[in-house]
């Protein structure tokens, strides 16, 4: 009801409306943008100053909140802390990894990433945008994931990956970074005394080459369990008690089917955020608490995986963002949005702050610019390419850079999907486009990925 737009929240709006009292409860009031306040004014049928926009923003493009209007909201919440719980320590843990990408692949990552921010560039200074070109930039950001853990995933595609054992199978011998790091983890998880470990990633693809890399490579961690959104009820439950009953496993879960609801204590105290994170703080929180929580008896540890340079690394910045803004909604604390002078979002896009890859297969210490790698791809092209990289002028300046063999084959894989939309995206695009002051133009059904993240393009 995070859309004050939505039928469910205009149908909640009118029972409120009808109702002697109204109490809403939630555990994330502010899920990814100021825009969710909205949609909880409007369900539970506040004053309608508080159902519109120029209340909560001081601009049109909605990226500087009134803070005299988030200290006034406060008059309608009442906060309740996990302190009340007295649960045992939990502890976050980042580590950095080495990208360790072969080397024949990095022109495909580094194409990759380069059209991605030509057509961000180009989307912005045109203020407009096609359903092909939001599907594309989406693609571009989880082909990105996928490189880290398996190239060939990247190359393939999710769908045709998952439906075909062998390619599953040839791309767990990619030995990638990603996986090298998961398998380290794990081991060092368990040798520390934590005999469940929870991975808990985005996509379900990652989760199956990591299932059977660790199979294969891991036989010492115990029984690996997968639990996603394709298993029935039965086998969810299926997989749960086999997780918690056995003495060592490893349970492969995909944040959207298991990232809430969940229940894993007594018995499991140790959770990697690995291959995918979500685009939204809150998720990671609430993946969180499924070891967290009432029953739960022992220390907890979260070890997130992240790569300096990587997709994830640059939603990390994000989710600063977004958790400054939480925190002045739920516990009253302007502090952050003040010295922003109540710019909510500091950090831009993903896409800009992802690295190009070294020709070793690293993240560098000191960025690629642009420009060096429009350098490097005209000279790829003999210096005399009838398509070489450099600037179009219908696209305000935008440098032009060839479309990679890979982007080609995720805008055939988005057409051969289309009408499987994925529910709520389009309203994560219409904010992302009216916080850019952008129309959608031609705004239909997006291709069905293999996650549950609604918002790549709102941020």
């Known amino acids: 009801m995070r859309n004050p737009l939505t039928a469910w929240t205009k149908g909640h709006e009118l029972i409120a409306s009808k109702a002697v009292k109204v109490q809403g409860l939630t555990?994330?009031?502010?899920?990814?943008?100021?825009?969710?306040?909205?949609?909880?004014?409007?369900?539970?049928?506040?004053?309608?100053?508080?159902?519109?926009?120029?209340?909560?923003?001081?601009?049109?493009?909605?990226?500087?909140?009134?803070?005299?209007?988030i200290e006034d909201f406060q008059e309608f919440t009442d906060r309740a802390t996990d302190d009340i719980l007295n649960l045992p320590p939990i502890t976050d843990h980042y580590v950095n990894f080495d990208a360790s990408i072969d080397p024949m692949h990095v022109e495909d990552y580094n194409e990759a990433l380069a059209n991605a921010r030509r057509l961000r560039f180009s989307l912005e200074r045109r203020g407009r945008a096609t359903q092909q070109e939001l599907q594309q930039l989406m693609s571009y950001?989880?082909?990105?994931?996928?490189?880290?853990?398996?190239?060939?995933?990247?190359?393939?595609?999710?769908?045709?990956?998952?439906?075909?054992?062998?390619?599953?199978?040839?791309?767990?011998?990619q030995d990638t970074g990603a996986l090298q790091a998961l398998k380290k983890s794990i081991i060092d998880l368990q040798d520390e005394g934590f005999s469940r470990v929870m991975i808990a990633c985005c996509h379900t693809s990652l989760l199956a080459v990591a299932d059977c890399y660790l199979k294969r490579e891991c036989p010492g961690i115990g029984s690996i369990i997968q639990y996603h959104g394709g298993l029935n009820l039965k086998k969810r439950g299926e997989a749960t008690t086999a997780?918690?009953?056995?003495?060592?496993?490893?349970?492969?879960?995909?944040?959207?089917a298991g990232g809430t609801g969940l229940h894993l204590?007594?018995?499991?105290?140790?959770?990697?955020?690995?291959?995918?994170?979500?685009?939204?703080?809150?998720q990671v929180i609430q993946t969180k608490k499924r070891v967290h929580r009432i029953g739960q008896e022992f220390p907890v540890k979260v070890v997130h995986l992240i790569a300096e340079g990587s997709v994830d690394h640059a939603i990390e910045f994000v989710h600063?963002?977004?958790?400054?803004?939480?925190?002045?909604?739920?516990?009253?604390?302007?502090?952050?949005?003040?010295?922003?002078?109540?710019?909510?979002?500091?950090t831009g896009r993903i896409v800009d702050r992802?690295?190009?890859?070294?020709?070793?297969?690293?993240?560098?210490?000191?960025?690629?610019?642009?420009?060096?790698?429009?350098?490097?791809?005209?000279?790829?092209?003999?210096?005399?390419?009838?398509?070489?990289?450099?600037?179009?002028?219908?696209?305000?300046?935008?440098?032009?850079?060839p479309a990679a063999p890979i982007a080609q084959g995720l805008l055939a894989q988005a057409a051969a999907a289309a009408g499987n939309a994925l529910p709520g995206l389009?309203?994560?695009?219409?904010?992302?486009?009216?916080?850019?002051?952008?129309?959608?133009?031609?705004?239909?059904?997006?291709?069905?990925?293999?996650?549950?993240?609604?918002?790549?393009?709102?941020?």
Do not use: Y
Not at 37 to 58: C, N, Q, R, S, Y
Not at 339 to 344: F, N, S, V, Y
């Open 265 to 282: 204590v007594p018995g499991a105290n140790a959770v990697v955020f690995w291959g995918s994170r979500p685009f939204s703080p809150m």
């Open 354 to 401: 992802c690295k190009f890859l070294s020709e070793d297969g690293q993240f560098p210490e000191d960025e690629i610019t642009e420009e060096q790698m429009i350098e490097h791809f005209n000279r790829g092209n003999g210096g005399s390419s009838s398509d070489p990289i450099e600037d179009d002028d219908d696209d305000n300046g935008a440098p032009h850079v």
């Open 426 to 459: 389009f309203a994560g695009v219409g904010a992302f486009m009216n916080a850019a002051g952008m129309d959608v133009a031609g705004a239909g059904p997006v291709p069905e990925d293999d996650s549950g993240d609604d918002d790549a393009i709102d941020d």
């Open 320 to 346: 600063k963002d977004k958790l400054t803004l939480a925190k002045a909604v739920t516990d009253g604390d302007t502090a952050g949005l003040e010295a922003e002078g109540g710019k909510w979002r500091t």
């Open 27 to 69: 555990a994330t009031p502010v899920f990814n943008k100021p825009q969710d306040l909205m949609g909880i004014a409007t369900a539970i049928d506040l004053p309608p100053k508080w159902k519109e926009a120029t209340t909560w923003f001081k601009d049109r493009k909605k990226t500087v909140v009134n803070l005299k209007t």
């Open 141 to 173: 950001l989880q082909t990105l994931q996928q490189f880290l853990v398996s190239p060939l995933l990247a190359e393939k595609g999710a769908k045709a990956v998952q439906k075909d054992e062998e390619l599953i199978q040839q791309a767990s011998l």
């Open 243 to 256: 997780f918690l009953d056995n003495p060592k496993t490893v349970l492969l879960m995909s944040i959207d």
